[in-house]
């Protein structure tokens, strides 16, 4: 079976994903680079194909165009404005919106029909308007939402009580964004609440810095692209894999009409149901203020004009 995925957009985000696939045990076994920059696709593929001899799994890499997305499984994109140093995300929106538009108006001519992944900026608005342009069913247009917030999230924790990142489970949920926020109510370390190895200000303060870290990171070195390129690579083995594995992606709410990052069911249909958290009236508070930051935001996009 060919399990084909192609990128759009082949700068720091989605070549860090395309290395990461590379690199990791995947079910991709073609991938195809599209960017406005021929020439550097074709360089990139050939840089990658030539590590083929120790990656785990084979990944024949290739530059492309649209038309290669017709019979992809996944289609990524990653093509948009960076976030600069002093901006937020949702400072990318007009830059984003018409690149997008065009983008999905090339991919449909294609006749593609497979799953949407999105990892631009801001990425809940984003995803919204992929499915808008699309006129696909919301399951099969998945943003990577918080998916990277909450692996910043288990991060923090596992080095603060020293246990495995894996054995935290605790999520970030939201706007990938400034308005994010950790449910603490719903939040263990293996089977014990949190609560029994860090206080309030403790929390508090892996809430700031995983909210934070983008902003730092790209003060830093520019941008930030191998964390994101990893949770690209998970979410896309979920799909191929039909794991029904829960991710904090970018999924629909359609009470709200919103995409947002929520724990999210990810199998072969793409996203195939939401999970419901119960909040306590705290954090319910905060993913409102979430939603409407978005639907503000969507509401300034081309797609409601």
Same mark, same amino acid.
């Given at each position: 079976?060919?399990?084909?995925?192609?990128?759009?957009?082949?700068?720091?985000?989605?070549?860090?994903?395309?290395?990461?696939?590379?690199?990791?045990?995947?079910?991709?076994?073609?991938?195809?680079?599209?960017? #406005?920059?021929?020439?550097?696709?074709?360089?990139?593929?050939?840089?990658?194909?030539?590590? #083929?001899?120790?990656?785990?799994?084979?990944? &024949?890499?290739?530059?492309?165009? @649209?038309?290669?997305?017709?019979?992809?499984?996944?289609?990524? &994109? !990653? !093509?948009?404005?960076?976030?600069?140093?002093?901006?937020?995300?949702?400072?990318?929106?007009?830059?984003?919106?018409?690149?997008?538009?065009?983008?999905?108006?090339?991919?449909?001519?294609?006749?593609?029909?497979?799953?949407?992944?999105?990892?631009?900026?801001?990425?809940?608005?984003?995803? @919204?308007?992929?499915?808008?342009?699309?006129?696909?069913?919301?399951?099969?247009?998945?943003?990577?939402?918080?998916?990277?917030?909450?692996?910043?999230?288990?991060?923090?924790?596992?080095?603060?009580?020293?246990?495995?990142?894996?054995?935290?489970?605790? @999520?970030?949920?939201?706007?990938?964004?400034?308005?994010?926020?950790?449910?603490?109510?719903?939040?263990?370390?293996?089977?014990?609440?949190?609560?029994?190895? #860090?206080?309030?200000?403790?929390?508090?303060?892996?809430?700031?810095?995983?909210?934070?870290?983008?902003?730092?990171?790209?003060?830093?070195?520019?941008?930030?692209? @191998?964390?994101?390129?990893?949770?690209?690579?998970?979410?896309?083995?979920?799909?191929?894999?039909?794991?029904?594995?829960? #991710?904090?992606?970018?999924?629909?709410?359609?009470?709200?009409?919103?995409?947002?990052?929520?724990?999210?069911?990810?199998?072969?249909?793409?996203?195939?149901?939401?999970?419901?958290?119960?909040?306590?009236?705290?954090?319910?508070?905060?993913?409102?203020?979430?939603?409407?930051?978005?639907?503000? !935001?969507?509401?300034?996009?081309? &797609?409601?004009?």
């Amino acid at each position: 079976m060919k399990n084909k995925v192609a990128i759009i957009g082949c700068g720091n985000v989605g070549m860090s994903y395309a290395y990461a696939l590379l690199n990791q045990r995947t079910y991709v076994n073609e991938l195809v680079l599209i960017d #406005l920059n021929y020439e550097k696709t074709v360089g990139e593929a050939m840089d990658l194909n030539h590590g #083929l001899a120790f990656a785990p799994s084979n990944v &024949i890499t290739k530059a492309g165009t @649209y038309a290669d997305c017709r019979d992809a499984k996944i289609v990524v &994109i !990653a !093509a948009g404005a960076n976030q600069e140093p002093g901006e937020t995300r949702m400072d990318l929106i007009h830059k984003n919106d018409k690149i997008f538009a065009s983008i999905i108006k090339e991919v449909g001519k294609s006749g593609f029909d497979g799953i949407y992944i999105i990892a631009t900026n801001p990425v809940d608005v984003m995803t @919204y308007i992929t499915w808008k342009h699309s006129g696909f069913n919301t399951n099969k247009v998945i943003g990577s939402g918080t998916t990277l917030d909450t692996a910043r999230l288990r991060y923090e924790v596992a080095e603060r009580i020293h246990v495995h990142p894996k054995n935290v489970h605790a @999520y970030v949920i939201g706007e990938h964004g400034d308005s994010e926020f950790v449910p603490w109510s719903n939040a263990n370390v293996g089977i014990q609440n949190i609560k029994d190895f #860090l206080n309030d200000e403790e929390l508090e303060e892996i809430c700031y810095n995983v909210k934070n870290a983008a902003y730092q990171i790209i003060d830093k070195k520019g941008n930030t692209s @191998y964390g994101i390129g990893m949770s690209l690579v998970r979410i896309t083995n979920a799909i191929l894999g039909d794991e029904n594995l829960i #991710l904090t992606v970018s999924s629909y709410d359609e009470e709200n009409d919103v995409f947002i990052g929520c724990p999210t069911i990810i199998n072969k249909n793409g996203a195939d149901k939401r999970i419901v958290i119960k909040l306590n009236d705290s954090e319910q508070e905060k993913l409102e203020n979430s939603i409407r930051v978005l639907k503000d !935001a969507i509401n300034k996009t081309s &797609i409601n004009k």
